[in-house]
């Protein structure tokens, strides 16, 4: 919205158009509802009501949003009156009627804002809804209390316990916004405050009794109290391990079951429960570190206002599961591709499956025929590397082979224009090794995506000792046009992600030689919280992408016991879900893992040759802390060595890229709530425990202890 001409920079603002007295809140850059802003619309709600002048109030915004929610970087501080439910009870039960102008996101305390209003306007393409349960929290303005009453209480489940917004035109359906309003041409000269205005005059006109939501009352049936029963067992599968969602359906659940004020009162007890749990700190550290990450570091950052380069069509080289998925990742941007393959064969098999993709989303609902033809345009194959002359950018997703790398590296340097910026893929290998093949290394960096691509939101940004500033700005800005969690990493082998992810495998794989079977490992860490268990993860991804990037790593070749149980399996033939068997076998249904009694045997065959005593008292705590353990200790060294440029970024990624539970914040969070000490403590006994090779304590983790700083904030 644009601010009206007699605007002054104060957050919150009284303005009169007639016998109309508008709120106007201008906090950029998203309005958040900070302290500031909840004594701005105190006082002036105060002088708007005591106004004779005044018939009735519009809330309305500034900038690119109607408020986006509570100033989430206020919770770890002391609460400052007015606290924002008793600000928005006073709108609530103002004697004048109030009416929001709603466009943009309205979101969390600012949908709440909008609820306590007693109309609502909206524009059409405003996306409204009550996030709160995504930072370990619920609604604690009124939402729960609020929401069901005007939508119904399904509605109110459905957004208050995923989070997910709705647009205007949905909750138009649904009775929570009065009036829509299109914007642009079908109503010339119109902005949304004018039509609110007018919305206003009418109500004050008809003088008719004010319509508070608080004031509906929600019948109670016994279908309510089954469909809460359904609710909480879905959510205590599918949010497993978390408080927030369970405490958003009892509170929505006292909607139904409580007078309003009582309901309000009991919601606000859930909220400061949830704000000052460890889960919603996680979940609160998980939300800053993904934006923090787009920051780049001074040592990337040196020079002002540099020109991006234009990004409008891209090439990728190999037509396989990850070059299909990125290409899909551009034509979802709307970005041209053009997506080259050694034969036709390959080629037509890679732009099969490529749209055997988009059906898939096509079939889930996520996009339609429209969209699904569009996006297959977009992409067009070619065997041939004179195409790719006028390119901007080629992504190589090719095998994983320094000697192929960088041969397609140099033929790129060849045919590419000069402007052209040239990343790969590659997961482990050595970037500036792979620019030196071209006479462009200043344009060369990773863009390592996580499979699938069209779908993980990840992409570490690796930057080579030569990537130059423009080089590295322009893929940043690229990676979130394409909605992705960008990450700037260093070189080192498998970076930042895979860098720690083999310390965390190495264990796994330890374990498995010591006597603990893949189900055990597994589900300790499930139980956890990890999206999956290790060794099923590998078993799905297959065993020897990471086999093969060993062999091409001759470091790492001397110690006869690293991976050697997942070295065993690729020598059997064990390749994963794709060779229906790996560390599980995979019978009828080719996802589903089967304890396979087997490999058991070859484990324990391998264990008395290789002297690797078998225990059976491994627990799973044990489990769990030498795989987290691990992890945490290289990210230590990660930060140390700079890879990392800070230990938000190592969360965002694992938070990201390898489904590390979100109410844990990601290892580097993790690690401060358990306690410094606690994870050295562990090291040094599994150094003892004869592991010595690999668990050394990172030495920033000893300093830590020292100066009692958090490692999360390094
Ligand atoms: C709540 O409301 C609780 C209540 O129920 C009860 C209270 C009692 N606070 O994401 P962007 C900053 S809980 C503080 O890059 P976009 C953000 O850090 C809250 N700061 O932009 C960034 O700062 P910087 C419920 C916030 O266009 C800048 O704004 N609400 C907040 O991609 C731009 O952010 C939510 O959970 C905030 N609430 O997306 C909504 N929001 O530039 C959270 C943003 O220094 N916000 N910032 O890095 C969002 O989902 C997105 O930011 C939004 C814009 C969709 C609004």
């Given at each position: 919205?644009t601010?009206?001409?007699?605007h002054?920079?104060?957050?919150?603002?009284?303005?009169?158009?007639g016998?109309?007295?508008?709120?106007?809140?201008?906090?950029p850059?998203v309005?958040?509802?900070?302290?500031?802003?909840?004594?701005?619309?105190?006082s002036c709600?105060?002088?708007?009501?005591t106004?004779?002048?005044v018939?009735?109030?519009?809330?309305?915004?500034?900038?690119?949003?109607?408020?986006?929610?509570?100033?989430?970087?206020?919770?770890?501080?002391?609460?400052?009156?007015?606290?924002?439910?008793?600000?928005?009870?006073?709108?609530?039960?103002?004697?004048?009627?109030?009416?929001?102008?709603?466009?943009g996101t309205v979101?969390?305390?600012?949908?709440?804002?909008?609820?306590?209003?007693?109309?609502?306007?909206?524009?059409?393409?405003?996306?409204?809804?009550?996030?709160?349960?995504?930072?370990?929290?619920?609604p604690?303005?009124?939402?729960?209390?609020?929401?069901?009453?005007?939508?119904?209480?399904?509605i109110?489940?459905?957004?208050?316990?995923?989070?997910?917004?709705e647009?205007?035109?949905k909750?138009?359906?649904?009775g929570?916004?009065d009036?829509?309003?299109?914007?642009?041409?079908?109503?010339?000269?119109?902005?949304?405050?004018?039509?609110?205005?007018?919305f206003?005059?009418?109500?004050?006109?008809?003088?008719?009794?004010?319509?508070?939501?608080?004031?509906i009352?929600?019948?109670?049936?016994?279908?309510h109290?089954?469909?809460?029963?359904?609710?909480r067992?879905?959510?205590?599968?599918?949010?497993?391990?978390?408080n927030?969602p369970q405490?958003?359906?009892?509170?929505?659940?006292?909607a139904?079951?409580?007078?309003?004020?009582?309901?309000?009162k009991?919601?606000?007890?859930f909220?400061?429960?949830c704000?000052?749990?460890?889960?919603?700190?996680?979940?609160?550290?998980?939300?800053?570190?993904?934006?923090?990450?787009a920051k780049?570091?001074?040592?990337?950052?040196?020079?002002?206002?540099?020109?991006?380069l234009?990004?409008?069509?891209?090439?990728?080289?190999?037509?396989?599961t990850?070059?299909?998925?990125i290409?899909?990742?551009?034509?979802?941007?709307?970005l041209?591709?053009?997506?080259?393959?050694?034969s036709?064969?390959?080629?037509?098999?890679?732009?099969?499956?490529?749209?055997?993709?988009f059906?898939?989303a096509?079939?889930?609902?996520?996009i339609?025929h429209?969209?699904?033809?569009q996006?297959?345009s977009?992409?067009?194959?070619?065997?041939?590397?004179?195409?790719?002359?006028e390119?901007?950018?080629?992504?190589?997703?090719a095998?994983?082979?320094?000697?192929?790398?960088?041969?397609?590296?140099?033929?790129?340097?060849q045919?590419?224009k000069?402007?052209?910026?040239?990343?790969?893929?590659?997961?482990?290998?050595d970037?500036?090794?792979i620019?030196q093949?071209?006479?462009?290394s200043?344009?060369?960096?990773?863009m390592?995506?996580?499979?699938?691509?069209?779908?993980?939101?990840?992409?570490?940004?690796?930057?080579?000792?030569?990537?130059?500033?423009?080089?590295?700005?322009?893929?940043?800005?690229?990676?979130?046009?394409?909605?992705k969690?960008?990450?700037?990493?260093g070189?080192?082998y498998?970076?930042?992600?895979?860098?720690?992810?083999?310390?965390?495998?190495?264990?796994?794989?330890?374990?498995?030689?010591?006597g603990?079977s893949?189900?055990?490992?597994d589900?300790?860490?499930?139980?956890?919280?990890?999206?999956?268990?290790?060794?099923?993860?590998?078993?799905?991804?297959?065993?020897?992408?990471a086999?093969?990037?060993?062999q091409?790593?001759?470091?790492?070749k001397?110690?006869?016991?690293?991976?050697?149980?997942?070295?065993?399996?690729?020598e059997?033939?064990?390749?994963?879900?794709?060779?229906?068997?790996?560390?599980?076998?995979?019978?009828?249904?080719?996802?589903?893992?089967?304890?396979?009694?087997?490999?058991?045997?070859?484990?324990?065959?391998?264990?008395?040759?290789?002297?690797?005593?078998?225990?059976g008292?491994?627990?799973e705590?044990?489990?769990?802390n030498?795989?987290?353990?691990?992890?945490?200790?290289?990210?230590?060294?990660?930060?140390a060595?700079?890879?990392a440029?800070?230990?938000?970024?190592?969360?965002?990624?694992?938070?990201?890229?390898?489904g590390?539970?979100?109410?844990?914040g990601?290892?580097?969070?993790?690690?401060?709530?358990?306690?410094i000490?606690t994870?050295?403590?562990?090291?040094?006994l599994?150094?003892?425990?004869?592991?010595?090779?690999y668990?050394?304590?990172?030495?920033?983790l000893?300093?830590?202890?020292?100066?009692?700083?958090?490692?999360?904030?390094?």
């Open positions: 919205m601010p009206p001409q007699d002054k920079k104060e957050p919150v603002q009284l303005l009169n158009h016998s109309i007295a508008v709120i106007f809140i201008d906090n850059p309005n958040a509802l900070s302290h500031a802003v909840r004594q701005g619309i105190v709600l105060k002088a708007a009501e106004d004779n002048n018939d009735a109030i519009v809330v309305s915004c500034s900038g690119r949003t109607f408020i986006a929610g509570a100033d989430i970087s206020e919770f770890g501080q002391p609460a400052l009156e007015p606290h924002l439910p008793d600000v928005l009870a006073q709108l609530d039960e103002c004697s004048k009627p109030i009416i929001a102008a709603l466009f979101l969390g305390g600012g949908f709440e804002v909008a609820l306590s209003c007693h109309y609502r306007v909206a524009l059409t393409n405003t996306n409204l809804g009550l996030p709160e349960v995504t930072l370990g929290l619920i604690g303005a009124g939402g729960t209390q609020l929401l069901p009453r005007l939508a119904g209480v399904e109110a489940l459905q957004m208050i316990t995923s989070g997910k917004a647009t205007a035109k909750l138009f359906e649904h929570v916004i009036l829509l309003v299109e914007q642009g041409p079908i109503n010339p000269g119109e902005t949304l405050l004018q039509q609110a205005i007018v206003a005059q009418n109500i004050a006109k008809k003088g008719e009794k004010i319509r508070r939501v608080s004031e009352s929600i019948h109670n049936n016994e279908h109290s089954e469909l809460f029963d359904q609710w067992k879905k959510l205590a599968k599918k949010a497993r391990g978390q927030a405490c958003c359906i009892n509170s929505i659940e006292n139904v079951l409580l007078p309003f004020n009582e309901g309000k009991r919601e606000r007890e909220f400061i429960t704000r000052d749990s460890s889960q919603s700190v996680a979940m609160r550290h998980a939300f800053f570190a993904e934006r923090r990450a780049l570091p001074a040592a990337y950052d040196k020079t002002q206002n540099v020109t991006l234009p990004i409008k069509q891209v090439a990728i080289v190999g037509a396989g990850m070059g299909g998925g290409a899909m990742c551009f034509a979802n941007a709307g041209s591709v053009i997506l080259l393959e050694m036709e064969d390959n080629l037509t098999r890679g732009l099969l499956a490529i749209r055997k993709r059906e898939q096509l079939n889930r609902g996520l339609d429209v969209q699904l033809e996006r297959m977009l992409i067009v194959g070619t065997c041939n590397y004179e195409d790719l002359s390119v901007d950018l080629v992504v190589e997703a095998f994983e082979t320094m000697a192929v790398k960088r041969q397609i590296f140099a033929t790129l340097d045919v590419c000069l402007e052209a910026i040239l990343a790969s893929n590659t997961s482990y290998l970037i500036n090794e620019a093949s071209t006479a462009r200043h344009k060369v960096l990773g390592h995506f996580f499979a699938p691509a069209n779908i993980m939101k990840l992409l570490e940004v690796v930057c080579a000792d030569d990537t130059d500033e423009q080089t590295l700005k322009t893929v940043m800005a690229l990676g979130k046009k394409l909605g969690i960008s990450v700037a990493v070189v080192c498998g970076f930042v992600g895979n860098r720690m992810y083999s310390c965390y495998g190495r264990e796994a794989n330890m374990l498995l030689l010591e603990a893949p189900d055990h490992i589900t300790a860490m499930k139980n956890w919280g990890m999206a999956m268990g290790p060794l099923a993860v590998t078993d799905m991804s297959g065993i020897d992408i086999y093969k990037a060993r091409e790593n001759p470091a790492l001397q110690d006869p016991l690293y991976f050697r149980a997942a070295d065993l399996m690729v059997a033939g064990r390749l994963g879900q794709k060779t229906g068997a790996g560390f599980y076998r995979y019978d009828s249904d080719a996802r589903t893992p089967q304890v396979d009694e087997r490999v058991l045997a070859v484990f324990s065959n391998e264990a008395k040759i290789l002297g690797v005593v078998q225990r008292d491994i627990t705590k044990e489990i769990q030498r795989l987290v353990f691990a992890l945490i200790n290289e990210g230590a060294r990660i930060l060595e700079g890879i440029t800070k230990a938000s970024d190592i969360d965002a990624i694992w938070l990201n890229g390898y590390f539970p979100r109410h844990l990601g290892p580097m969070c993790y690690a401060d709530e358990i306690g000490d994870v050295v403590e562990g090291i040094k599994y150094q003892q425990q004869g592991n010595g090779l668990w050394h304590t990172a030495q920033l000893e300093q830590l202890i020292v100066s009692g700083e958090k490692l999360s904030q390094q």
